[in-house]
């Protein structure tokens, strides 16, 4: 499916992979626990977040930035085999991701439009993975403000931002809480591996 230039494999995940991915997970997040990221403003995000791999995204009162330590002085543990894999298959490209983002959406967690530009290099994809709840996913143009459109991203649905989405505004409007029995308490996970440099 085509969603404003981004690519969205439904399904690419079953439930056993999926089930497997969530494990991974959980023994990064014991070692570098999910924290409520700060905005510059000090706004904080509903959204909860850690990451792997070498470098990690945070956002804190001196802004947002990309570190090689959780904020408890821990270095990022790697990216497991099965998230790099998924990469793998949809990258079309020979790099290996540096940082997997980890976000957690609790009960009326969302994400504010925003584009991915902390990177060095934007020829290279960001690859999503979506795991637990029904997430509406919201993706416009390179400006802000201009006409977008919106999609349910399921759990084991990969969406690739590459080309002239790599760019794109998006944000993620809601979740359909409760709507998947893939994690215990409900809520959902987003892993976006990107190539950081
Ligand atoms: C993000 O843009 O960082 C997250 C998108 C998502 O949760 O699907
Ligand atoms: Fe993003």
């Known amino acids: ?18 089930e497997v991915v969530v494990n ?3 023994d990064v ?6 924290f409520h990221p700060v905005t510059a403003s000090g706004r ?10 070498r470098l990690g995204w945070v956002s804190d009162r001196q802004g ?3 570190e090689t330590h959780h904020p408890n002085g821990t270095s990022w543990p790697k990216i497991p085999d099965e998230i790099q894999d998924v990469w793998k298959q949809v990258s079309d490209c020979d790099v290996v991701p540096d940082s997997c983002l980890l ?12 584009q991915d530009r902390d990177e060095g ?12 709840d029904d997430a509406l996913f919201r993706i416009g143009g390179t400006a802000r403000g201009g006409k977008t459109q919106s999609a349910w991203l399921g759990s084991g649905d990969v969406l690739v ?19 998947s029995d893939l994690l215990k308490d409900h809520g959902r996970i987003n892993l976006t591996l990107r190539v950081v440099r």
């Open 44 to 53: 904080r995000m509903s959204v909860r977040m850690t990451s792997c791999g």
């Open 29 to 34: 997040v014991a070692q570098v626990p999910l």
């Open 1 to 18: 499916m085509d969603l404003g230039g981004a690519k969205l494999f439904k399904h690419m995940l079953d439930r056993n992979q999926q």
């Open 103 to 114: 976000n957690f959406y609790g009960e009326g967690a969302k994400m504010g439009m925003h």
């Open 64 to 66: 947002y930035r990309y």
């Open 161 to 179: 931002l590459k080309g002239a989405a790599r760019l794109a505004y998006h944000g993620i409007d809601r979740l359909r809480f409760r709507s």
């Open 121 to 132: 290099d934007f020829s290279f994809p960001v690859v999503s993975i979506s795991l637990g």
């Open 24 to 26: 991974r997970v959980r």
